[in-house]
């Protein structure tokens, strides 16, 4: 097994198993997984790899390359930070009759943490998925989806939709995932034709995207009772809203126009036109300026990178990914151009006093 002595330096044995997940960036469909709407994910090549081992002692012990920092979980006692994720998955499979061993698990990520591209979406995936290597539990891809964001909203305390985990499980990083997040049916979608993937770190990390994101889906939820509908999903016609008192009104005008965004992307590359990627880039900028202004998740150095990006030539569009108020932004752009067009675009972007870092390409 490949680097297999990083284990063995920290844990005094070989592993036994070991299981990777990917990251993701969403291209559509910001903030509509918890009002069981449409999303539009793919994979990043960035992924953690978690490699495996059984205990000798009761506890499980926990040694993260990136924080260069071992943990050791006294069973039953909820650790703090990283890994709270973990402890989640083995609680969470353990509640569903797994009887699962003391472990020790070594982990390592190219993800940037606080990126919004789903570092605990694939921290999690990846645990079970060794988990499931090690003890050969009966457990589907859709499964280990579903005890990752249980693990996230109930021992991290965000109140994620189903998005990043589903994504992190079935996505590859040659397709779209277009997912329905109410009944999980899904479709591996072609990407745009002659377009790639540009992710640029705004160099801001992600601030209150955790109390906010909460108080975010409150509002929704608040939105949907008003209505009298059981998740946003369920408008249809954007003017249903208006009688909404603020801001809720502006939070499920978002949430309505996304669905539809997402679902006209859909038709642009099922329609396999000509002009698909400028068309599905529209969408993408659309989406930033709702993401900005009725939803309000984003901050001033996401919406400079975006502008700059949206203005740069060969950009089909571009706007911030996944919950925001900091983290990263994704732009579609003519294939084969990202290096170049992030070079100039990090160049200009410095200018306006921020520094950016490339991520896709890689
Ligand atoms: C975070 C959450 C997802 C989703 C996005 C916003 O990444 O984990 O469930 O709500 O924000 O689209």
Redesign the pocket.
Known sequence: MEHSHEFQNIFNQTPETQAYAHGRV?LL??????NDGY?LPIAIPQKTTVQLGFSLDEQHHIYSQELNEKITIFRNNQPSGFASYIFGCIELLQQAGYQIPSLNLYIKSSIPIGS?L?S??ALEVATLRGIRQLLNLPINDVEIAQFA?QA?INYAG?Q??????MASSLADTQHMLFLDTRTLARQILSFPALAEILIIHSGCDRTL?GSK?NQR?SECQQAAHLLGVKALRDIDDVATVEILPEPLHRRARHVVTENHRVLDAVEIIEDLQDNSASRFGELMNASHASLRNDYE?SVPALDTLVDILQNASGVFGAKL????FGGACVALVASGAGKNIAATVLDEYSHAGYKGKVLVPE
């Open positions: 969403n469909g910001e903030h509509t997984d918890y999303v919004g789903s605990s979406a964001q996230e965000v994620c939709g189903i998005m990043d985990q995207a994101y889906r998740v990914t996944g919950a925001g």
